[in-house]
């Protein structure tokens, strides 16, 4: 059932598109994202994660949808004009200047004259384009076209950004550079939905991710709920592991191969470690580590992409109907 | 505000083109042409060189006429409705596949624009480098005209127009193959061809309309000799010598073979009235590009103002001599088929044009608006 809470900026329910040729992109997407989150859309090459953004962007038509934008239906085009997108390898006309892309596709976006020159002006400056505002977007190297592109999805102050591989193309400075962009917008109150292939950069900003798996969310939630089933405690030890760890269910030993021994312990709370590390201490073992660890995004990833009955990682591209998967897991 | 943006954004865009500074330079180099040419009672008067001429000069036609005329013929007629409009087309074609190029048209749809309204909006800024163009011509050659001809028309401004409304019917075939086939070179090329077939059927329809017209002639002339044939016959019958009889005898064979003439000559007429009929209703579908330049010809020159028929003073009859052998009179036929296509209405003109462009319109602005990109 469609919610209309007014916490959800993007609030998706039974989302499909199907393809002339029987494409089946999408096959009843749920996702809800809240306000001031960074959201990270997750996915492998054909999972549909573009023709959802671009659904909400009326770029494409779904088939099928139920929800809301910023609480207005999707596809309501004045609502577009509190939301900020960067497409996948958008192109700016080549004739344009940095300067003079950013205000046209703000006045586009129905933001006033006065405004768009000096929203134009700062926003260069922020993506560090300020020295290059007034040459053509043709002499732009893909970095800077994307750094102009940030700026352009924010030039009309949105409420809700959506950015299709945003640091595509971008070096290491300036991905941390819109990394910081992006922090900043949602101390702001602003929502980011943030599509990307860059695992460990969403890993670093998003507040909740979704795994857009075949046309279907498989997982949705924050890192800490999809992952807390992986958290664990590793304790390395000098030499083998003791008897007792090995007899104990709750611990699984691995033997390292530089004479140490490794105990497994799930679960996240430091508490149940204590009496373990107690006994260790008691029989004068060297401790030489002991860490918290929990699945990174890539290992979740990999989890959510892999055929959990084949154990084969399943291959890219929509299904048409006759190959359609079963319902998805939801955190 | 996005209506300008839009419209703004255009102008740089052709602005950058180099086509569109080639295109208007060129326009300037034939309305400097204009102004060095000039006409006197000898003949044309290049710069500072007279060439007489007997058939153009003053005496048959006025100065204003002539300068006219050369903007009509010359200016409207071969250099924008033909040479720049094709680079136009070159210019233009790549409107609308760039604009749904991958990348370039999320951009735009994601802003809170309708996407008719988009699409109308893009369509108006395509017909803005034809407007330009024509626009700076129309001034130039006004101010010349007035200058060196003495001919203050202002009607030289209807060329705006409609000039941009005949590239607008090209325009609309341009923007829906761009659409459909999103390649340049297919819409540029497909649009030639499609506007080479108009011109096809338009050059069919007028030369069947001129063998029509050719044909009445005949039918005329024909109907004259044997109504005087029967006059003659009349005064002989009375006469009863011999001589007139031998005379009244051979007249009498001679009328009978006008007669059999005349009715073949008129189920010759018929068939062709039924091919010009196919021909026009072909021709009523399509895009009246030619007769919409002309009707600048038609606003601007009145018949009167043209050069009178030559010196021909041949009765219609004795356009038929005795044996039988039809002269056409070749320039009443000219006047006679300006006259035919003058008589069709503006309205018809115009109108069944932009019904043409109104239903291409329309599917273009279909496949735009249910488009997935």
Redo the contacts between chains.
């Keep these: 059932m469609a919610t209309t809470n007014g916490e959800y900026v993007i609030d998706l329910h039974h989302v499909e598109k199907v393809y002339r040729g029987k494409v089946h992109a999408l096959r009843g997407v749920e996702m809800q994202v809240h306000r001031g989150e960074i959201f990270g859309l997750l996915g492998p090459n054909g999972a549909g994660k573009s023709t959802l953004v671009k659904i909400m962007m009326t770029v494409v038509r779904p088939t099928r949808i139920s929800g809301t934008l910023l609480g207005r239906p999707v596809g309501h085009k004045p609502t577009l004009r509190r939301v900020g997108y960067l497409p996948e390898d958008h192109r700016f006309p080549r004739y344009l200047t940095g300067r003079q892309a950013l205000e046209f596709y703000a006045a586009l976006a129905k933001v006033d004259r006065r405004t768009r020159k000096r929203r134009a002006a700062e926003l260069l400056t922020t993506v560090g384009m300020s020295d290059w505002a007034d040459k053509k977007v043709s002499t732009y190297s893909k970095g800077m076209m994307q750094r102009v592109g940030l700026a352009q999805a924010l030039v009309n102050d949105p409420q809700l950004v959506l950015l299709d591989e945003p640091t595509d193309g971008v070096d290491p400075v300036g991905r941390r550079e819109i990394r910081d962009v992006l922090v900043e917008l949602r101390r702001r109150g602003t929502t980011i939905f943030l599509n990307s292939h860059l695992l460990s950069e969403l890993e670093m900003v998003c507040d909740r991710v979704a795994i857009l798996v075949q046309g279907k969310v498989v997982m949705q939630g924050t890192i800490d709920d999809l992952t807390a089933q992986s958290r664990r405690y590793e304790i390395t030890i000098q030499g083998a592991a003791p008897d007792w760890a090995q007899g104990d269910p709750s611990i699984r030993v691995e033997v390292l191969s530089d004479g140490q021994s490794k105990l497994i312990v799930q679960g996240s709370e430091p508490g149940p470690m204590q009496p373990i590390l107690d006994r260790l201490r008691g029989e004068r073992r060297i401790i030489c580590a002991m860490e918290p660890v929990r699945e990174t995004l890539e290992d979740l990833f990999m989890r959510a992409v892999t055929d959990p009955e084949t154990g084969q990682v399943l291959q890219p591209g929509a299904r048409t109907n006759a190959g359609a998967r079963g319902p998805g897991k939801e955190a | 505000?996005?209506t300008?943006?839009?419209f703004?954004?255009a102008y740089?865009?052709l602005?950058?083109r180099k086509l569109f500074w080639i295109t208007m330079i060129l326009s300037g180099v034939v309305v400097v042409s204009f102004a060095l040419i000039g006409i006197n009672e000898q003949g044309l008067r290049l710069i500072m060189w007279d060439v007489p001429v007997p058939f153009l000069n003053t005496t048959v036609m006025s100065e204003e006429t002539f300068y006219k005329t050369l903007f009509v013929e010359f200016g409207i007629g071969f250099w924008l409705a033909w040479l720049a409009t094709i680079l136009a087309l070159v210019s233009t074609a790549s409107i609308f596949p760039e604009f749904i190029?991958?990348?370039?048209?999320?951009?735009?749809?994601?802003?809170?624009?309708?996407r008719l309204r988009l699409f109308l909006t893009k369509y108006a800024t395509g017909l803005l480098f034809v407007a330009l163009q024509v626009a700076i011509f129309s001034v130039a050659s006004f101010l010349v005209l007035g200058l060196k001809g003495g001919a203050w028309e202002p009607g030289v401004l209807l060329a705006v127009p409609l000039v941009v409304v005949f590239f607008s019917y090209l325009f609309s075939i341009c923007a829906l193959l761009g659409l459909a086939t999103r390649s340049t070179i297919a819409a540029l090329l497909l649009t030639l061809l499609i506007w080479f077939l108009i011109f096809s059927v338009h050059a069919t329809e007028s030369g069947i309309l001129a063998f029509k017209l050719l044909t009445e002639q005949k039918v005329t002339a024909l109907e004259s000799r044997i109504s005087s044939y029967e006059g003659t016959l009349q005064g002989l019958d009375k006469d009863a010598n011999d001589q007139s009889q031998r005379r009244a005898a051979s007249i009498r064979h001679r009328l009978e073979d006008r007669r059999s003439e005349v009715t073949n000559t008129k189920a010759t007429l018929r068939k062709i009235e039924i091919a010009h009929r196919v021909a026009l209703g072909v021709k009523t579908i399509l895009p009246k590009t030619t007769e919409t330049i002309a009707l600048l010809e038609r606003w601007l020159i009145d018949l009167a103002e043209l050069p009178a028929p030559g010196n021909n003073n041949d009765s219609t009859f004795e356009r038929l001599a005795e044996s039988g052998a039809f002269t056409p009179d070749p320039e009443q036929l000219q006047l006679d088929a300006v006259e035919a296509i003058r008589g069709r209405s503006v309205g018809w003109v115009l109108g069944t044009s932009l019904a043409f462009e109104a239903v291409l319109l329309a599917l273009a602005c279909g496949l735009f608006c249910?488009r997935?990109?």
């Design positions: 505000m996005q300008v943006a839009i703004l954004d740089r865009e602005n950058a190029s991958s990348g370039s048209i999320d951009l735009v749809l994601s802003k809170p624009i309708g249910r997935d990109y």
